[in-house]
């Protein structure tokens, strides 16, 4: 057994103690969506196609949240030695510019930009509106009320759509969905009148097509689609990019090194070919061009997120009273528990304690939301009309139990078992303080020690079990879980 | 008979040991990806995805369907054994499943949920096969004002998930609502109730919310009873239910799995909505409803088909539109683009073959499903028989995996411990806990269809479009008749006395 332990400790102490040339560990290419997404399998396949052009082991994780902020933040947490990759679109700018957290693009080396996937708008066919004329029309027609779907307000389809209706002229509503793929269910099921996108967006759905293309020239693919400058119109060209960056700071050696092995991956026929085959262009541009790109594509967001109003400081004004509202609510609590301690200390339930718990918390749930802007895309219901629905709802319920068991009290039994709680609560710390030795000590010890710690507690006294099942525990994790589902589990600062 | 002929083509180019052996790998990892908690069949599929590059596009296909279409039974085996869904969908599984193996009974539990999911699957299949187009046709019409009138209804089934006093079930789901709403606005992009952690921005994921609501919440429990539990500890037996049981409750089934498909048809619903309407409607037609979330051999089983049925129906939207019907979904389009095909209609025309293959496989998975079901319930039931002081920790660890490789981050899992503390107070005092996750999954899509509806027109929108009048008269019935038919039954009792 500790021999297998000293194997498992070895092979994280191997991993961090040699020292020869750039690449002498598996470099991570860390992926802000959800495995499956375009970008992930992109990046998964780039880590299959670099096994033919260097002996670098390529890894691919998924860091989802906050539209890129946590894989952004994943990335500049790390050391800038060129083992930690972010893939990178286009949209990051606009994250970047909202999101507040103090990230911009000069935090990044913009190492190699890889597909380029031109903007364009689709229509429905099987409807009236399928040229860019008709579009024009209808939406003078509508007067404001012809709609556009797309994915989240403020994002690089949303900030397209803003830069479309001032050169045409137009006004409309733009629809926000979860995803871009929910707003194509959206047209094809004729809600709306345009969806902001890319080529790809239409294979295999032969009720859309291309209204225009925002490119210097017309698509190869789809030569039958104007541009906008063929009908008039200043919208030159406007991609949707995707590729790979850098932590600032990185050795020039070791970006060379990465900018050659990407430039000999765009080159690949089976690259090419993926890319073409979602509809994209496979494109490579090196640091200096993209650098470019992204400023130039920094400042036109900024541009347009300001003219749809949405870089304003939104923070709540309320915000500052926030603490002191909580504070007297605490304090409300207090008195209304002694006040019922003292008229019927039986109706003093854990259930009652729990119901006035929630009563207050719904209560400053609603205080809380009536300090969110409502924003200019809000319409009639902003963010913070469903929250304080369900805090009025949730409030009159738990008033309701309250009562109920005010007026019941004589029925219920007084405590019955308080003798094995301690027992849960000290369970719960030993997890708890699982989670706190992990970032140091790694899965594997950590583990371990949670889990004889565990059965130790639960009374299980034959130690030869209690060995054999963490150590078959410890290999199946490492066997199932980390090579065969790849899931990086953490291997602590400690070996690091 | 056109598709006839196709399908016997599939079959036909499935025979051999090769492909047979890559379905029954398939089976096998989508049921290992099921019972590992916090490994969604999305991410199962999304993980085969770069293996089955180097096979050719058939074989890649079926490789992954095979996993989809196994993955959604292997969550209920944790579901039923140790009360932790080993994915979304499995959770219903857990309401009437781990009441069973409470019982004694894991072995009924199991061949149950193994008999529904392979019937479930395979209607959800043939559905699939002859009904795909007038299916997808109909998903197309559901608008902003249909999804919320359907989260609507879903909301309702709170009032079927009480187990005694409704109130408290109520109670259960707004919670979940309210902490549904945590995160970025969708429409303004406003961070709500956020306290300035950054890994809130997405609100609490839902996978670690329901390990902890579930597994841990359990745990707590059952150790803070423990000396209880060991007395009234029955033997565990291993035996299936028969074949006349499952005769007996045939109608339920096959409810169940015409829900479960047309619920999966519908994209953004998915699996877990249907399994939990299934429920409520299993209840509501069966002669014993009283022994609904007590250990009900119907809602084992209504939860499996349901769950099973669902796959073959995300698949219409896919096959037929190009469009995802679920997160799994999603990643085979993914998977498709990489083998050079394009989804949607132009897949019947230029690659027939494959399109047919695919269903075939499905026919066949489900076969093997059924197979190593049987065999691998002997197993479970032998984990079942772990003593809990070792078992416990164990899943302890195992919540942790789940919890972390959500987003590869620690963070999940203190939510993971935080929803195992709340989902342990809120059981120690009768509250159930299935309602906190129906707010959590319904809250979503009830906001922001709610408020698209009126970004789009006026409130007369939901009354005007008939199939959303239609679910929230539905909604409204069955809100208030489980009530009235309780508040009913207590009046009558009492005249009695």
Redesign the interface.
Request: charged share 15%; net charge positive; no cysteine.
């Given at each position: 057994m500790r021999f297998i332990f000293l194997a498992i400790i070895s092979l994280f102490l191997l991993k961090g103690n040699t020292f020869a040339g750039y690449p002498e560990k598996p470099i991570t290419i860390v992926v802000h969506s959800?495995?499956?997404?375009?970008i992930?399998?992109a990046s998964?396949?780039i880590?299959?196609i670099a096994k033919k052009y260097s002996d670098a082991t390529i890894i691919v994780?998924?860091?989802?949240?906050?539209?890129g902020?946590?894989a952004m933040?994943t990335v500049l947490g790390m050391r800038a030695d060129g083992y930690t990759i972010l893939a990178v679109t286009k949209s990051f700018i606009s994250t970047m510019l909202?999101?507040n957290?103090g990230i911009g693009i000069n935090n990044f080396d913009w190492l190699a930009l890889m597909i380029s996937d031109p903007e364009c708008l689709i229509v429905n066919n099987t409807t009236k509106i399928r040229t860019l004329e008709d579009i024009i029309k209808d939406a003078k027609q509508k007067n404001g009320e012809q709609?556009w779907l797309g994915p989240?307000?403020?994002g690089l389809d949303n900030l397209f759509a803003e830069e479309v209706w001032e050169k045409l002229n137009i006004k409309a509503?733009w629809?926000?969905?979860?995803s871009g793929?929910?707003a194509?269910?959206?047209l094809?099921?004729k809600?709306?009148a345009v969806y902001v996108g890319n080529p790809g967006d239409i294979?295999?759905?032969?009720t859309l097509s291309i209204a225009v293309v925002a490119a210097e020239k017309r698509l190869e693919k789809f030569p039958d689609v104007p541009t906008f400058v063929e009908k008039g119109y200043d919208i030159k060209s406007e991609v949707l990019w995707r590729g790979f960056a850098l932590k600032k700071g990185t050795p020039p050696k070791i970006k060379k090194y990465l900018t050659d092995l990407f430039a000999k991956i765009a080159k690949d026929s089976i690259w090419i070919?993926?890319v073409n085959?979602?509809s994209a262009v496979p494109v490579f541009y090196d640091e200096e061009a993209f650098s470019k790109i992204v400023a130039k594509d920094q400042e036109k967001a900024r541009y347009y997120l300001q003219k749809a109003g949405?870089l304003k400081p939104?923070k709540a004004e309320k915000d500052k009273y926030a603490k002191k509202f909580l504070v007297v609510l605490f304090f409300l609590f207090l008195i209304s528990f002694l006040v019922l301690r003292k008229v019927k200390p039986a109706a003093l339930s854990?259930?009652t304690v729990?119901?006035m718990v929630?009563f207050f918390l719904?209560v400053y749930?609603f205080y809380?939301?009536a300090g969110?802007?409502?924003?200019?895309?809000?319409?009639?219901?902003?963010?913070a009309?469903?929250?304080q629905l369900?805090?009025v709802?949730?409030a009159l319920?738990?008033l309701?139990?309250i009562v109920?068991n005010f007026i019941n009290a004589e029925a219920k039994n007084s405590n019955q078992?308080k003798n094995?709680?301690w027992?849960?609560t000290a369970?719960?710390i030993l997890?708890?303080a699982?989670?706190v030795i992990?970032?140091f000590l790694g899965y594997y010890i950590s583990?371990a020690v949670?889990?004889i710690a565990?059965?130790l507690m639960?009374?299980?006294k034959n130690y030869l079990?209690?060995s054999l099942?963490v150590l078959g525990?410890l290999i199946s994790?490492y066997y199932?879980?980390q090579l065969v589902?790849?899931?990086?589990?953490?291997a602590g600062r400690l070996f690091n | 008979m056109d598709i006839f002929t196709h399908l016997l083509q599939g079959i036909d180019l499935l025979l051999g040991w090769q492909p047979l052996l890559i379905v029954i790998s398939g089976v096998l990892m989508g049921i290992?990806?099921g019972v590992?908690p916090g490994?969604s069949p999305?991410?199962g599929?999304?993980?085969l995805?770069?293996f089955s590059?180097g096979l050719p596009p058939l074989y890649a296909l079926i490789l992954l369907v095979a996993l989809y279409s196994a993955a959604n039974y292997g969550g209920t085996i944790t579901a039923i054994a140790i009360n932790t869904p080993g994915t979304p969908s499995a959770i219903v599984s857990t309401f009437d499943g781990y009441p069973m193996t409470k019982k004694g009974e894991p072995g009924r539990a199991l061949g149950a949920s193994v008999i529904a999911s392979t019937f479930g699957g395979l209607f959800g299949t043939i559905v699939l096969i002859f009904f795909s187009v007038p299916l997808a046709k109909a998903a197309?019409?559901?608008?902003?004002a249909e999804y919320f009138a359907l989260a609507v209804f879903g909301l309702t089934i709170t009032s079927s998930l009480a187990t005694g006093n409704w109130?408290?079930a109520?109670?259960a789901t707004?919670?979940g609502?309210?902490l549904n709403?945590v995160g970025?606005?969708?429409?303004?992009?406003?961070l709500?109730?956020t306290f300035g952690v950054?890994?809130l921005?997405?609100g609490f994921n839902f996978i670690p919310a329901l390990i902890g609501l579930f597994a841990?919440g359990e745990?707590?429990?059952q150790?803070?009873?423990?000396?209880?539990v060991q007395k009234g500890l029955k033997k565990i037996s291993g035996r299936m239910p028969k074949f006349s049981e499952m005769w007996k409750i045939k109608r339920t089934i096959l409810q169940s799995s015409v829900l479960g498909t047309l619920i999966g048809v519908v994209?953004?619903a998915g699996a877990t909505i249907a399994a939990f309407i299934a429920y409520n409607e299993a209840k509501r037609i069966s002669k014993h409803p009283e022994e609904f979330g007590k250990g009900s051999l119907e809602g084992v089983a209504a939860s499996g088909s349901a769950t099973s049925g669902s796959v073959g129906g995300a698949l219409v939207?896919l096959l037929t539109?190009?469009?995802?019907g679920s997160?799994a979904t999603?990643?085979l389009i993914?998977?498709l683009?990489?083998h050079?095909l394009?989804?949607?209609?132009?897949?019947f025309k230029g690659n027939a073959p494959i399109v047919y293959g695919i269903f075939a496989s499905m026919l066949i998975a489900y076969l093997v499903m059924f197979f190593f079901g049987f065999l691998g319930n002997q197993l479970w039931i032998k984990i079942i028989k772990v003593?809990?002081?070792?078992l416990?920790?164990?899943i302890?660890?195992i919540a942790?995996?789940g919890s972390?490789?959500v987003?590869?981050?620690?963070f999940d899992?203190?939510v993971c411990?935080a929803f195992?503390?709340l989902g342990?107070?809120?059981r120690?005092?009768?509250?159930p806990t299935a309602p906190v996750i129906l707010g959590l999954i319904l809250?979503f899509l009830?906001?922001?269809n709610?408020?698209?509806a009126?970004?789009?027109s006026d409130a007369t929108i939901f009354f005007t479009r008939p199939v959303s009048l239609i679910l929230l008269i539905l909604s409204f019935l069955s809100l208030f008749y489980p009530i009235m038919k309780s508040k009913f039954k207590t009046i009558n009792k009492t005249e009695e006395e």
């Open positions: 959800k495995p499956g997404s375009g992930d399998i998964r396949l880590s299959n994780e998924n860091k989802p949240g906050g539209s902020t946590v933040r909202l999101a957290t709609k989240l307000v403020g509503h629809i926000p969905y979860e793929s929910d194509i269910v959206a094809m099921g809600q709306g294979s295999g759905r032969p070919n993926f085959n979602s949405l939104r854990q259930d729990i119901a929630l719904s749930v809380l939301s969110f802007p409502s924003g200019k895309l809000a319409g009639s219901v902003g963010p009309t469903i929250p369900w805090a709802i949730l319920f738990t309701w139990l109920k078992e094995k709680v027992k849960a369970l719960i997890m708890a699982y989670l992990m970032p583990t949670f889990l565990g059965m639960l009374n299980y079990v209690i099942t525990f994790s199932v879980i589902l790849q899931v990086p589990l953490p | 290992l990806v590992l490994l999305a991410m599929v999304a993980l995805v770069p590059y197309l019409s559901f608008g902003p109130v408290k109520f109670i707004l919670i609502l309210l709403t970025m606005d969708p429409f303004t992009g406003y709500r109730f950054p890994e921005a997405d841990l745990i707590f429990l150790i803070e009873k423990e000396e209880k994209p953004g939207p539109l190009g469009i995802p997160a999603a990643v993914g998977a683009v990489l050079g394009t989804p949607g209609p132009e897949l003593p809990k002081s070792i416990n920790p164990v302890l660890a942790f995996i972390y490789s987003g590869n981050s620690l899992v203190w411990l195992g503390i342990w107070l809120l120690r005092n009768n509250f809250g009830a906001e922001t709610f408020r698209r009126l970004l789009m």
